[in-house]
């Protein structure tokens, strides 16, 4: 069983999803003094421009609209961008003329029935912003040219199927070039040619023909070769206009990471690290770095993530294109909840929490502090350190002071102590200090130190708040 | 003028009712301190509220009057979030009141973000407690603290210095702590009941 996803306005949606525009916008192509239109949008076509026509006779129709140059490896890359958001669906998916086609019977299993499999793929491409057509048929062809005919249909065996396509107009079965001239011979209809007997097809029309009759029924292999999603994502949009402030970056940001997210879930994979290239004129460019502490893959974060480095970007001049590059993509764990679990419902993770801080105060603004096996208090703890330390017996305060500070004025009351920490040699940072726990006149609790033996010079190095 | 009508007739006849506050449940988030568990109507720190604890200095005992709430929570695997803290926590010294650290995250921020990130932490739902040391928090402030902490059903701690204490607050719990001449804690407000005239005295244990 196979599924056909037909892109009609392929060209056309790749150029509206970056730019939504309810004005008339056409695609022209062709030499530069014979450019024809190949795509228009409603309000062009609506105003009487069509495809085919010369941009000057639409030139002379309408006064104002935009006319976007036809770009052939942008529609390619459009193109295998949504194969690699098909990837999701099925493992063999392969490419036809502005059309995805994907093997989808092991898949059904795994997504339900093909009404349930049919609307998931629908949402997927109206989320994306593609108009599509589907149709699902045993064979990939005969997929093919039934979405080709009309949105919707499935056929799910193949005598359905052969009555199916018996009546499918020879104009509509994209049969070989030689074909052209059947429907001026009486052949109109896909069902009267399978009649005709095939030796005489052969030797009018070639072998070509046949092979093409018989791929559409199935009785030889479609011969496809599978898609396979690439290993980086790499996605550039060009700004129609050029923006100077940050706040016009957000639409096409919020696009592009949307992109990532659905070509993530396609591949099953998370993204750990991305970059934001935003290109200046004169072939400069500015990156902005997305690290994330886990992979994560859902659309809206990878949006709020990127959307928060992006705000403490001083842009050094006017942005003519961005680009999104994820090289980083290692495998993704979703997290596991507990069943029992007492936060409310609607709870953040707390992993999502950190990246959200992270993204507006600095990568380096939460951390989780560990001890270490130094008994200088100073190095006795860091950043992310996990070292196995049994609970010290000696007291230790709260607070922690980044600096010891003296202690002025009358002695301090002292509570405990003295405890010597002493040693270093290994590093040349060496100490050699008498603790206690005194209490100022104020009536706070300090650690304090003095050198060993004095009881003079205090050194205030931490609270016991 | 009319007759006389007698009070207890209209209580009767539902025409009069006596007006009292509604019951105040009892919380599960004891403090850990048994004096101040027992002056306090909820029994502990009011749930998913913000507390206030006012200091004339720092270090006068002011973790000692969480850590044990922050003990508890840790144990549970619930993470605790501190914003802003003034020093660095020492983590020997917060192991040793029974916190799990791993379960503690600190995050420093400009002052001008303070209010921005604990409202983050409380609102999330993922936070059991946060604690902040906001210098710039007016009456406004300390309101958003206090509905974040109540959508997030977190506990909201919030120390400021003592010259606040005339100021108005929207905290559910205000405590001012006094070092001199000896450490006791007030009780300045507490939601749903009188304010002890007592002082609870804080027994600083030096391990």
Redesign the interface.
């Known amino acids: 069983m196979w599924a056909c996803l037909l892109l009609p306005h392929l060209a056309l949606d790749g150029i509206l999803r970056r730019r939504p525009t309810d004005g008339p916008l056409v695609l022209v192509d062709g030499p530069i003094n014979a450019r024809t239109i190949v795509a228009a949008n409603a309000s062009a076509r609506a105003a009487g421009l069509r495809v085919g026509q010369r941009l000057t006779a639409a030139q002379a129709l309408l006064a104002q609209f935009d006319a976007v140059p036809y770009d052939r490896d942008g529609v390619d890359k459009w193109h295998r961008f949504l194969a690699a958001v098909a990837y999701r669906y099925s493992s063999e998916v392969c490419l036809l003329p502005h059309a995805i086609v994907l093997e989808v019977s092991k898949s059904m299993g795994l997504f339900g029935p093909w009404p349930k499999l049919e609307s998931l793929l629908r949402s997927d491409l109206t989320d994306l912003g593609f108009r599509h057509r589907i149709a699902a048929a045993p064979t990939a062809h005969a997929a093919y040219v039934l979405a080709g005919v009309s949105d919707g249909q499935a056929v799910l065996t193949s005598d359905v199927l052969r009555r199916a396509l018996r009546q499918v107009p020879v104009q509509k079965s994209r049969l070989p070039a030689a074909a052209a001239s059947l429907p001026g011979m009486g052949v109109r209809t896909l069902g009267q040619l399978m009649a005709l007997p095939r030796d005489g097809l052969r030797r009018r029309f070639g072998a070509e023909l046949l092979a093409t009759l018989d791929r559409l029924t199935g009785d030889i292999p479609s011969g496809l070769e599978s898609f396979r999603p690439p290993d980086v994502f790499d996605l550039r949009i060009e700004l129609l206009h050029e923006v100077e402030n940050q706040s016009m970056l957000v639409f096409p940001v919020r696009r592009m990471t949307g992109d990532l997210a659905a070509y993530l879930a396609g591949r099953d994979g998370g993204v750990q690290r991305f970059l934001l290239r935003l290109e200046h004129r004169d072939g400069c460019h500015t990156d902005v770095s997305v690290g994330l502490l886990a992979a994560e893959r859902d659309a809206g974060m990878l949006f709020e993530f990127a959307r928060g480095r992006l705000e403490h970007v001083a842009l050094p001049g006017p942005v003519i294109a961005l680009r999104l590059i994820a090289r980083d993509l290692p495998a993704f764990v979703p997290v596991g909840r507990d069943l029992f679990d007492e936060r409310p419902a609607n709870a953040l993770p707390i992993e999502q929490l950190r990246e959200r801080l992270r993204a507006r105060l600095g990568d380096s603004a939460v951390y989780r502090l560990g001890s270490t096996t130094d008994p200088r208090p100073e190095r006795a703890q860091q950043v992310a350190a996990t070292a196995n330390v049994a609970v010290e017996a000696h007291p230790r305060p709260t607070w922690l002071l980044d600096r010891p500070i003296p202690l002025r004025g009358m002695a301090p009351l002292i509570l405990s102590g003295p405890e010597r920490l002493e040693t270093g040699w290994w590093d040349d940072g060496e100490v050699c200090r008498d603790y206690y726990v005194v209490e100022t006149t104020q009536g706070q609790h300090a650690w304090a130190f003095c050198p060993p033996g004095e009881q003079a010079g205090w050194m205030i190095h931490g609270w016991f708040a | 003028m009319s007759a006389v009508v007698q009070l207890s007739s209209m209580f009767d006849a539902r025409q009069v009712w006596r007006g009292r506050a509604a019951p105040v449940p009892t919380g599960d988030q004891p403090t850990g301190w048994h004096a101040l568990d027992a002056v306090l109507p909820t029994g502990g720190w009011p749930d998913a509220s913000l507390s206030e604890i006012l200091l004339?200095?720092?270090?006068?005992?002011?973790?000692?009057l969480v850590?044990p709430t922050l003990a508890r929570l840790t144990k549970?695997k619930?993470?605790v979030v501190i914003v802003a803290?003034?020093?660095?926590?020492?983590?020997?010294?917060?192991?040793?009141?029974g916190v799990d650290?791993?379960r503690?995250?600190?995050?420093?921020?400009?002052e001008n973000?303070v209010l921005?990130?604990t409202e983050?932490?409380l609102r999330?739902?993922?936070?059991s407690a946060v604690l902040a040391w906001p210098h710039r928090a007016d009456d406004r402030a300390l309101r958003r603290l206090q509905v974040a902490a109540d959508t997030?059903?977190a506990l909201a701690f919030v120390f400021r210095d003592r010259r606040h204490l005339s100021n108005a607050s929207p905290a559910a719990l205000r405590l001012e702590l006094e070092?001199?001449p000896r450490?006791q804690i007030w009780v300045r407000k507490c939601r749903g009941a009188n304010v002890p005239s007592q002082p609870i005295p804080l027994t600083?244990h030096?391990?």
């Open positions: 004339p200095v720092d270090g006068v005992g002011e973790l000692q850590l549970n619930r993470s803290p003034p020093y660095v926590p020492c983590v020997a010294g917060w192991r040793q009141h650290m791993r503690v995250e600190i995050v420093n921020s400009a973000d921005w990130a983050q932490c999330s739902g993922s936070c997030g059903k070092a001199m450490a600083r030096v391990h």
